[in-house]
């Protein structure tokens, strides 16, 4: 798009108007007729011939000056106004039926802001604003109809345009745009509002800044505060008004640096952010700008104290859930190697009986590997991954039967009460994890109190009409048992209330608590479903706080399944192990053969089935690990019972039961031995499943 386009007529080949275009005529109508006589009459063409020369020399003469090229007064006048329009300081521009601009000159560049070399938009997308828009559209609409029109409208940056539109032939538009002077007299006439709308105007301004739902405050650039709405000042805690007072000394001591350089940077910047903090951990943002025709800040201050502690209790969640699958996958590695411990130590006491001089060593080394088999499995109560056998229980109940065992746990000065509401709602959870849970609580309870006090165990029936946010996560709405644990102790440090849940985290002295008292709570609360969370104040006790889903459904007693008498298995049994971990494999191979199964021994499922469609006599039990390479357990055993389908099935595994069975379509047919295991559990287990299984049938 060049800057200004001229027309392109500026250039004629006709004759000028007039006796000249006469006389051609007549000179052409002589010459022809001469040229006839001498052609009809060449011997009488004498005279005639030279007039018929003189002719064509003065039509020639004539046609020559009507064909020499040159410019026509029309033309150079009109070049003359093109070069004066596109030098003109309005801005003007001509557009076609689709609105595109197809002539414009440089002050309609410079006004809507196009380049040398960029094509130059179009008014109704130049002055795109609410006010520009609205006027180009009516204007637009004047053209169309065919009639001329102007109106003044403000463009962007308060500039006032008188744009002017007049329509021209071949559905062609051409805009001027004239920017708008008026006397300061006029001006001020013009915008003077009446006394009624000032009065009005300042009453709805003074309402926005007086009620605003967030801390507004206008200072000076140094920070002297102009004035200001209650809740800025709320925020701060300065008793009385702040008016004239600087807002670094009302600042907390840390952040005075902070508002300082804020200020500098909204001086020269007219906007800048700060992050002021409060009494009682509260947190907010000061967005600060420039106020318009002043040499003063306006200030919104907007309390983020409950963002940041949604943030930070999300961000807790997710590390404790972190945290959580970390400490699963240490401890099923860490089962497999106890499994085998225990297992050869087992062996060893059996060859090594008390009075034996190496009895004592033995014995230890399998003392401290059932000790760590009860850290491992407090790992993974915390990660969510043990093993739960949940029923439907009534808490008063359990609680009420558990609270004689918690009172001997209680030093002497320590008061323990109950609290229950009435008709508590029943729950579905395992009874043993739910006590441990609780015994824990209680121990920590004890402890925090060495003077002596009160130790309570409420519950109560509540009802979530909305998500909660928790410090261990967000409890969705519905119905709960709440089951709170008050103490009267010492108090847990705010610093410290973050990292209560985490694994072997513990605030005691070295070598009286292993950390992981709370972490155990926490997983086995997380994995039954429910809820967790804890207040605490120096000085005034700590409440614990859990929150089980009520359970839809009523109290049922389950009768114990009859069982088939047991028959004599000793040495008749075949077995099939498989045990991706050849010490794990080993040591159980050996355990079984000394009770006299038959053992067939596999490293992997794919060896399994080959075993399986190999031998011809009966097998009568599987025992599998869980997690394999290649071919996991349950994977395994739907292959297998495709073949036998009579054969018994026991999983083996450092994971939780529920991983399996909740993937298993007939979960109720299967059994669990958890690692890691001893010779005892081993056969035990084995004896329990083959008792009530039916009779194998060999295969064919």
């Avoid at 200030?299 to 983020?304: N, Q, T």
């Avoid at 996958?329 to 106890?338: E, M, S």
Wanted: hydrophobic residues 45%; proline residues 4%; charged residues 20%.
């Amino acid at each position: 798009m060049i800057s200004a386009r001229t027309f392109s007529h500026d250039v004629t080949y006709g004759l000028p108007s007039g006796s000249w275009r006469w006389a051609a005529v007549a000179l052409s109508i002589v010459a022809l007729a001469t040229a006839a006589l001498v052609v009809l009459a060449p011997v009488a063409s004498g005279w005639l011939g030279l007039g018929f020369l003189v002719g064509v020399g003065a039509i020639a003469g004539v046609m020559l000056y009507a064909l020499w090229p040159r410019a026509s007064v029309a033309a150079v006048k009109a070049r003359q106004i093109a070069d004066a329009a596109a030098r003109a300081n309005v801005a003007w521009t001509v557009t076609n039926r689709d609105g595109a601009v197809i002539h414009c000159n440089d002050a309609y560049r410079r006004l809507v802001g196009a380049h040398e070399g960029q094509a130059a938009p179009p008014p109704h997308l130049a002055f795109a604003n609410d006010s520009g828009a609205a006027t180009l559209y009516r204007l637009s609409r004047k053209a169309g109809a065919g009639k001329a029109h102007e109106e003044v409208f403000e463009a962007t940056g308060g500039l006032e345009l008188l744009a002017a539109v007049l329509p021209l032939p071949h559905a062609r538009t051409a805009w001027w745009f004239t920017p708008r002077v008026a006397s300061r007299e006029s001006a001020a006439s013009a915008r003077k509002p009446a006394a009624d709308d000032h009065a009005l105007d300042i009453t709805v301004h003074a309402a926005l800044f007086r009620d605003a739902p967030i801390g507004t405050a206008i200072v000076e650039l140094d920070g002297t505060i102009a004035d200001s709405n209650a809740l800025f000042q709320g925020f701060l805690g300065a008793a009385g008004d702040v008016k004239g007072r600087v807002l670094a000394d009302l600042a907390a001591p840390g952040d005075r640096n902070a508002v300082g350089e804020a200020l500098a940077r909204a001086a020269t910047e007219r906007s800048a952010v700060l992050t002021l903090h409060a009494a009682g951990d509260r947190l907010a943002e000061i967005h600060m700008r420039g106020l318009a025709g002043t040499e003063r800040l306006i200030l919104y201050l907007i309390d983020i104290s409950e963002q940041k502690a949604l943030e930070t209790k999300f961000a807790q969640s997710q590390k404790m859930q972190a945290i959580g699958q970390l400490a699963g996958g240490v401890a099923h590695d860490f089962n497999n190697l106890l499994t085998v411990i225990i297992g050869n130590s087992e062996f060893l006491l059996m060859r090594h009986p008390a009075g034996d001089p190496s009895f004592k060593e033995i014995n230890e080394v399998h003392q401290n590997a059932l000790r760590a088999a009860t850290l491992v499995a407090q790992l993974l109560a915390f990660s969510r991954q043990q093993t739960l056998q949940p029923r439907v229980l009534a808490l008063r109940e359990v609680i009420g039967e558990l609270a004689l065992m918690l009172r001997r746990l209680l030093r002497e000065g320590v008061e323990m009460k109950l609290d229950h509401g009435a008709d508590l709602w029943p729950v579905r959870a395992d009874e043993t994890q739910i006590s441990n849970a609780l015994i824990n609580l209680v121990v920590n309870a004890r402890d925090a109190m060495p003077k002596g006090g009160t130790l309570t165990i409420a519950t109560a029936n509540e009802s979530i009409s909305r998500a909660t946010s928790l410090g261990t996560g967000i409890m969705p709405a519905g119905d709960y048992v709440r089951i709170e644990v008050r103490d009267q102790g010492v108090g847990i440090p705010t610093e410290h209330l973050a990292k209560i849940f985490d694994p072997f985290f513990t605030t005691k002295p070295i070598g009286q608590g292993t950390g992981l008292g709370l972490a155990t709570v926490y997983g086995i609360i997380k994995q039954t479903g429910g809820f967790i969370a804890v207040e605490s104040e120096v000085g005034s006790g700590t409440v614990f706080r859990i929150w089980l889903p009520r359970h839809k459904g009523e109290l049922l007693q389950t009768a114990e399944p009859e069982r088939a008498p047991p028959r004599d298995i000793t040495g008749q049994d075949t077995i099939l192990l498989v045990e991706d971990e050849e010490a794990v494999r080993s040591f159980a191979a050996r355990a079984l053969k000394l009770r006299g199964y038959q053992v067939l021994e596999a490293a992997g499922g794919d060896e399994a089935l080959d075993l399986v469609r190999r031998h011809s006599g009966a097998i009568h039990l599987l025992i599998t690990d869980v997690v394999m390479p290649n071919m996991d357990g349950p994977t395994l055993v739907r292959a297998v019972r495709r073949l036998r389908p009579e054969m018994a099935v026991i999983f083996m595994s450092g994971y939780a039961e529920e991983a399996f069975r909740r993937h298993d379509e007939n979960a109720a047919e299967l059994h669990f031995l958890a690692k890691p295991f001893g010779l005892k559990q081993l056969a035990a287990k084995v004896k329990d499943v083959l008792s009530s299984a039916p009779t194998s049938a060999p295969s064919n």
